[in-house]
């Protein structure tokens, strides 16, 4: 089992910046993939970015040049910068951890709400 805490999001004006945190515990494996999804009401949730353990990363072309993922390997965290926020992005973000032993094992965090509105 993965434990994944979130921390950061909550209420900035268009063209603000937030940062979101999220640590990862419990039986994590060195080759793994985290990131973050979001969902906005009525929506599906969608992805926003991903980076694996060697930094290789992927983003949603809504976010690409505003938000920037990164991670820490050694404390198991990932971080996600948004700048040049739009309403648009608000929605609840999820932290995601994906891992393979065996098979795909998929986790997620409880989600943290981030609105944008002036």
């Known amino acids: 089992q993965v434990q994944l805490v979130e921390s950061g999001g909550g209420l900035v004006q268009p063209g603000g910046s937030l940062r979101l945190s999220c640590a990862a515990s419990?039986?994590?494996?060195?080759?793994?993939?985290m990131g973050w999804y979001r969902q906005a009401p009525g929506k599906e949730r969608e992805l926003v970015a991903t980076?694996?353990?060697?930094?290789?990363?992927n983003y949603a072309d809504s976010v690409k040049g505003r938000f920037t993922i990164s991670r820490d390997n050694a404390k198991n965290t990932v971080s996600l910068q948004m700048n040049s926020l739009k309403p648009e992005d608000t929605a609840v973000y999820y932290c995601?951890?994906?891992?393979?032993?065996?098979?795909?094992?998929?986790?997620w965090g409880q989600g943290t709400q981030v609105t944008v509105s002036s």
């Open positions: 419990g039986s994590i494996f060195s080759i793994n993939t």
């Open positions: 995601y951890f994906r891992q393979y032993s065996g098979r795909d094992y998929v986790y």
């Open positions: 980076i694996t353990n060697g930094d290789w990363t």
